[in-house]
């Protein structure tokens, strides 16, 4: 069973930066699965914000937050990463990670097994 634990998010002040850290705790095939980073602002659906490959190789990005975030991961220890720079208060929202094992379109919340706990970025101007 994969068990994905995150930690990261904190309150900054707009323009600044931090990055979130997902872990797969169960150390299983992490380096199979696709791992996406999503995100819910107060009030919203959880929206897709990026995505990497099983290899680290291959990235990909919502519209929305293109040039300001970068996703990666090191499959030797069962991490993935969401480095978030220039923030700005519409980034406020809880951050998920998330694997998916399966086939489906990586944008797509529904095709991802399973989640992380979700972690809390605020954002003040």
């Known amino acids: 069973q994969v068990r994905l634990v995150e930690s990261g998010g904190e309150s900054v002040q707009a323009g600044g930066s931090l990055e979130h850290t997902c872990a797969d705790a169960?150390?299983?095939?992490?380096?199979?699965?696709?791992m996406g980073w999503f995100r819910q602002a107060p009030g919203n659906e959880c929206d897709f914000v990026a995505a990497?490959?099983?290899?680290?190789?291959?990235?990909y990005y919502a519209d929305s937050v293109k040039g300001g975030l970068t996703i990666s991961r090191d499959n030797r220890r069962n991490l993935v990463y969401l480095q978030m720079n220039s923030l700005k208060p519409e980034d406020t929202a809880v951050y998920y990670c998330?694997?998916?094992?399966?086939?489906?379109?990586?944008?797509?919340?529904?095709?991802?097994?399973?989640w992380g706990q979700g972690t809390q970025v605020t954002v003040s101007s």
């Open positions: 169960s150390q299983r095939a992490f380096s199979r699965y696709v």
């Open positions: 998330a694997a998916k094992t399966t086939g489906g379109d990586y944008i797509y919340s529904g095709t991802y097994d399973h």
């Open positions: 990497v490959a099983w290899s680290g190789d291959l990235t």
